[in-house]
């Protein structure tokens, strides 16, 4: 005891942004596009009558040249490519591929994604390294000879897809645009930025709800309004975002429901981008997630638990020299109370092998769950009580290191035990004590002399009654010894509690 669909693509062409960007480490950075001198959005729409019903394919294409020639002539690059296919029935079951890399051949690679609403089904590709030639009026691959598509004056017209499914997609057409080159910038600033550092902490309420508000600042300013958000998925946790079209200046993101793994809180990414003629930009910004300390509201199989319990046990703290330790919370049990962080109890043989009792830390050990325990050494061969039990002041451990120092600590007590006392088959209050200790100090009396202990005696050596006070028995002299081995930091960097090691 211690103390204190599959995606579905009918085109062979790829798309490379055309976009020096640098993501926003604050909000006085912002990313930022330089908008290709000229461009062409081609779209188009089709609609192939079938037997169960009309299907209709709307395709958006934007190009934007690379190297000149004669008139049009030249590499153009496909820098987003859209298309929406509606069906007379609704997709089952919902479609949700983000960032796929499909490799077209020929070295061309885009990366995709595939989302459904209803009975239509979206996708949307961008960041490849696909360019297109344009040559005497022809649309295609130089090299190779195959054309899709024509240019007539100022005017490009393609047609594309999958040998045999041509008849499926629309012609696409669309007129170049000069642009002046002009700069287009994206920043984006979460809503406590200033004050939290980009944090957000669920609340402690029965029904769990993390709320992250974001805005977009735009150059020109008018364009703003057209930013469109992405919000990371958090297993467990259903998203909602307001605007629902996820368009607009301002966003809202609420997460209802906490996940069940601790290592899916933490560092989350969202996305804002814009899209001015043809030019796309994007900036990225992470922010970090966590979860009230000291409420009851996880997910998890035991509501009794509080949350840093739940979390904090998932983590290395929780498992003390790498063993998977059962724990029993119990802050009203006789053992807790009295600045007492956890115990093993030696009078209770019907509990799961293998376990520790915990405390609850917030009410034993305060807000900030601080613990001071002796720093002590135990050498057996010593040829005094000096020798073999030295003292070296204290060691004092806060958060979620009084868990895992408790967890450690206490674990030693089970060691301890199985090696001295389960062998016999009986419970040690019951029979075993008087028996075979009569000095009471958890520790076998016919063991003690090696060890360098006094069987007589409860507790063999103090040098302060201080000291003695807090150990009581010979026990704990073997165990604070051997928990100096507990590092303290172990679990800074998995510790996600509102406030913990990462949001001091």
């Given amino acids: 005891m211690i103390r204190s669909a599959t995606w579905r693509i009918s085109t062979v062409l790829a798309m490379s942004i055309w976009v020096t960007a640098q993501l926003a480490a604050s909000s006085t950075l912002a990313a930022n596009a330089e908008c290709p001198a000229q461009s062409v959005v081609l779209t188009g729409q089709n609609t192939v009558e079938t037997p169960l019903g009309p299907h209709t394919y709307i395709e958006t294409m934007v190009l934007t040249r690379q190297t000149h020639s004669a008139a049009m002539d030249g590499k153009w690059k496909v820098t987003r490519l859209k298309q929406d296919m509606i069906y007379p029935w609704q997709i089952r079951p919902a479609l949700k ?71 499926l997609n629309p012609v696409i057409r669309g007129t170049v645009k000069d642009g002046t080159a002009n700069e ?23 029904n769990p709800t993390l709320t992250v508000k974001a805005r977009a600042y735009t150059d020109p300013e008018s364009e703003a309004e057209k930013v469109h958000w992405k919000f990371p998925n958090i297993p467990g946790a259903t998203l909602t975002v307001t605007p629902a079209s996820a368009r607009g200046a301002e966003i809202e993101a609420v997460y209802r429901g906490m ?43 035991n ?13 290395n703290c929780g498992k003390p020299k790498g063993q998977n330790v059962g724990v029993i919370f119990g802050p009203n049990m006789s053992g807790c109370g009295n600045s007492t962080a956890g115990f093993y109890s030696y009078s209770e043989p019907e509990v799961v092998h293998k376990h520790v009792y915990i405390c609850d830390l917030a009410q034993s050990l305060g807000t900030d769950m601080k613990t001071t325990v002796p720093r002590l050494t135990y050498d057996p061969m010593g040829a005094t009580p000096a020798d073999r039990f030295t003292s070296a002041g204290v060691d004092t451990f806060t958060g979620i290191d009084s868990f895992g120092y408790t967890m450690y600590h206490e674990y ?19 029979g075993l004590q008087p028996v075979h200790d009569k000095d009471m100090d958890g520790i076998p009396d016919t063991k003690e002399p090696d060890m360098g202990f006094d069987p007589t005696k409860t507790l063999t050596y103090a040098p302060s009654t201080a000291l003695g006070n807090h150990l009581k028995y010979d026990e704990h002299w073997i165990v604070y010894s051997e928990a100096k081995g507990y590092q303290p930091g172990l679990c800074d960097k998995e510790d996600w509690a509102y406030q913990g090691k990462q949001w001091p």
């Fill in 184 to 206: 287009v910038s994206l920043s984006v600033k979460l809503a406590n930025e200033a004050q939290d550092k980009g944090r957000f902490a669920y609340d402690i309420g029965p």
């Fill in 303 to 315: 509501p009794d638990w509080p949350n840093w319990l739940f979390y904090w046990k998932q983590t």
């Fill in 412 to 430: 030693i007590h089970y060691q301890d035990y199985a090696a001295w006392w389960e062998g016999y088959g009986q419970t040690y209050e019951n």
């Fill in 97 to 167: 591929l983000l960032d796929q890399r499909v490799d077209l051949g020929e070295g061309a690679s885009m990366v995709c994604s595939t989302t459904t609403a209803g009975n239509v089904i979206h996708n949307v590709c961008s960041e490849g390294n696909f360019v297109l030639d344009v040559w005497d009026g022809k649309i295609g691959y130089r090299k190779t000879g195959v054309t899709i598509g024509k240019v007539q004056g100022r005017v490009f017209e393609v047609r594309f897809g999958m040998p045999g499914q041509q008849q």
């Fill in 259 to 301: 996940p069940a793994r601790n290592g899916d809180f933490g560092e989350k990414t969202l996305s804002a981008s814009l899209e001015v003629e043809g030019c796309p930009v994007t900036e990225e910004r992470t922010f970090k997630i966590f979860f009230p300390r000291d409420a009851n509201n996880h997910p998890g199989p």
